[in-house]
């Protein structure tokens, strides 16, 4: 069955310094996705970066990259330079061929601090 | 413009009523998706709808039913409120002929059940 599992309930990063968010995935179907999103406190669910399962380079986004390392089965978020506003909740999320619906793991809660 | 909006933001009810969610999207895709965000953050897919078609009907009390009069609209109606449905209601759209499969998120519900 597919899953996604996010080991860290929560983190903290120093504002200006790196962090990687870290994600694992489980699937026998050749073809997924794999997407991180961004909630706030305020709520709304914010589409940071995709990869895809046959994509051969890691996706970049800005100030964030996925490490995918499909051997391994993980998706990690690396959040370059972090900044205040980027404290919130972090979500991994999975999309194969059933629909395009999305499974997300427990999320992440990140803290930058000043 | 907004991509994906809903209504109403906030809904506050008694046990046993009925009430409903409105969902719309301006983008064009083709597909419709009901997800349900629990108190412990976690995001579980509950309907989707692909041209108005049903494609993935989850693990959901009958209570719950989802509408689509248009490519463009997914509602959602909760008969017989109970307490246990209080969550953060999303929807969310995406093509579904992309490879992706990314999806768009409304800003949420917030229904509260008393």
């Not at chain 1, 996604?4 to 489980?26: H, N, R, W």
């Not at chain 1, 709520?43 to 970049?60: C, H, K, P, R, V």
């Amino acid at each position: 069955a597919q899953k996604i599992t996010q080991t860290q309930p929560g983190m903290f990063v120093q504002e200006k310094e790196a962090v990687t968010l870290d994600c694992t995935y489980d699937t026998s179907d050749p073809s997924y996705g794999l997407f991180w999103y961004k909630q706030p406190s305020s709520g709304e669910m914010i589409f940071l970066i995709y990869q895809g399962s046959y994509d051969q380079q890691n996706a970049t986004e800005g100030r964030y990259s996925l490490n995918f390392q499909k051997a391994r089965k993980s998706a990690n978020l690396v959040i370059s330079a972090s900044q205040l506003g980027d404290s919130a909740m972090y979500f991994c999320a999975m999309s194969y061929n059933q629909g395009g619906k999305l499974i997300f793991g427990q999320g992440t809660e990140l803290s930058v601090k000043p | 413009d907004t991509a994906v909006s809903q209504t109403p933001k906030y809904l506050v009810t008694q046990m046993g009523n009925d009430k409903s969610i409105k969902c719309e999207q301006n983008l064009g895709h083709d597909t419709m998706y009901w997800y349900k965000q629990d108190s412990k953050k976690f995001l579980k897919i509950m309907f989707s709808y692909n041209n108005k078609e049903l494609i993935i009907n989850e693990t959901v009390p009958n209570r719950f039913s989802p509408k689509s009069p248009d490519k463009a609209h997914l509602n959602l109606h909760i008969n017989s409120l109970e307490l246990g449905d209080s969550a953060v209601y999303f929807c969310a759209s995406s093509q579904l002929r992309d490879r992706n499969y990314e999806q768009y998120f409304g800003p949420g519900t917030r229904l509260t059940v008393t």
